[in-house]
């Protein structure tokens, strides 16, 4: 594996049912780019060879996964990686992650762990013929494991989504193929959407870092992965697959995790995705302060 080079990687993070499926699949048509959803659920996936690869296959039939796991240094680690995952993957490790608050014994699984995954990263690039990988695992704690442990070239976008809209997501069961999603209240729905995004900004302190809104993505897409392609050196004068402001075409793809709408391919409109207003939605002062901050209901909100 030490042959190959480190992929860069273009991170998404943020609360679930921002968006991120459709933005990771859309910079997933650039040219010598590809993209995974939630690249932290991988190997898990694989292992317990239930849900279906966006292909169609189980991981353990799809093509794809088994040259990538065909690869001693991975096969042999499996259980190594997965539990390095359920260790400290999840986002709570994020603010002891970003400052480093761990004993020798957890940094040495760390390193360990990050070794681990770049190898994954270099192997799944290798096998995908590409230099660019999107990962929408989401959680900040995965994007610093990225960075700091695995060392690799990590781009953040924080993609952040109107909390209301969010909530009503949350709040509807969401099925497709075998994916179930959970459902949660609107209440804690609003707490986790303000955590977690806060926990997202504190990824400036550690790698470049670009905010962007899901309803300003999702009204001009072609024009908003321009400008990612024109912030992401690896990414610079790459052809992608728009055909119209609003037309992509998504080849079939191997995701093992992510958002339901990973089984579509072919040409997709991305549809717009309306602000909702603030008031009578039962956001605390602080979160609405918040949502404010990241431009939602103000008067010139429910146009864009
Ligand atoms: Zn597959």
Aim: some cysteine; hydrophobic content about 35%.
């Amino acid at each position: 594996m030490q042959s190959v080079t480190n992929p860069t990687v273009v991170f998404i993070a943020g609360e679930g049912r921002s968006g991120s499926t459709v933005l990771d699949r859309c910079i997933g048509t650039a040219e010598g780019v590809a993209s995974f959803n939630e690249m932290h659920e991988i190997v898990h996936q694989y292992r317990r060879n239930r849900k279906r690869c966006s292909c169609g296959d189980l991981p353990q039939d799809c093509a794809f996964w088994r040259e990538v796991f065909a690869d001693e240094g991975l096969s042999t680690n499996l259980g190594e990686l997965e539990s390095g995952f359920e260790r400290y993957d999840g986002s709570r490790n994020a603010i002891r992650l970003l400052l480093g608050f761990y004993g020798p014994e957890d940094r040495r699984r760390l390193r360990r762990y990050g070794d681990l995954t770049a190898g994954l990263y270099r192997r799944i690039a290798e096998v995908a013929g590409v230099s660019v990988i999107v990962d929408s695992s989401k959680n900040p704690s995965r994007a610093l494991i990225l960075k700091r442990y695995a060392g690799l070239e990590v781009w953040c976008l924080h993609l952040v989504r109107n909390p209301v809209a969010v909530a009503e997501s949350w709040a509807r069961a969401k099925s497709g193929m075998d994916d179930n999603l959970p459902t949660y209240e609107r209440a804690a729905t609003y707490t986790r959407w303000a955590l977690k995004n806060l926990a997202c900004e504190a990824l400036r302190f550690a790698v470049p870092y670009k905010r962007m809104r899901f309803e300003a993505f999702t009204a001009a897409p072609r024009k908003g992965l321009s400008e990612i392609k024109a912030w992401v050196p690896a990414l610079r004068g790459r052809g992608d697959g728009f055909e119209s402001e609003q037309e992509v075409r998504f080849e079939p793809f191997h995701s093992l995790q992510g958002n339901p709408d990973r089984f579509e391919s072919g040409l997709v409109e991305i549809r717009r995705s309306r602000s909702r207003p603030l008031a009578d939605s039962g956001l605390s002062w602080f979160q609405r302060g918040l949502a404010s901050r990241y431009g939602y209901g103000r008067s010139d909100d429910l146009s864009g």
